[in-house]
C-alpha cells in the first residue's frame, strides 16, 4: 500500500479559498499488463494554506484535525505497525505532525507568529 496524493482546485474559481490536498491510501495491481491503483480508503483532506500558514497555532490547530481522521481511519484499518509507521512518515513529508497541544488554539485563539 502506498500514499497518493490529490489536489482539488476550488470549484468556480470561488475566492477565498485555495487548493485542497486529499491523502488517498492506494493499493497497486496490474490490469491486462498495467500499472493501476486501487483505493484502499480516504484518509483526510487539508487546505493548501494551511500547511505554510505563518500563524502557527492556526497551521498546527488545521494539521492536527486532518491527523485526528488519518488516525481514525488507519486504527479502522488495523495495519502491523511497520505499514502503519511507513503510511505515517509518507503522509508526515506533506503534512507534518503538530505537536501535542495543537487543539488548544480553539481554546486560546491567540495567534503566534513564526519568525
Known sequence: MLVKWEKHNPQNGAS????NLTALLVEPYQDNGS????LIEHLGTIEEKFLASKVRNMRQFHQG???SAVDKKLDHLGLDSN????IEADIA???SRP??????W???CIPR???
Open 106 to 108: 480553539g481554546v486560546t
Open 16 to 19: 477565498g479559498h485555495r487548493a
Open 99 to 104: 505537536d501535542e497541544d495543537w487543539a488548544l
Open 83 to 86: 505499514q502503519r509507521n511507513r
Open 93 to 95: 513529508r506533506t503534512v
Open 35 to 38: 500499472a493501476k491503483n486501487r
Open 65 to 67: 484535525l486532518f491527523w
Open 113 to 115: 507568529f513564526d519568525p
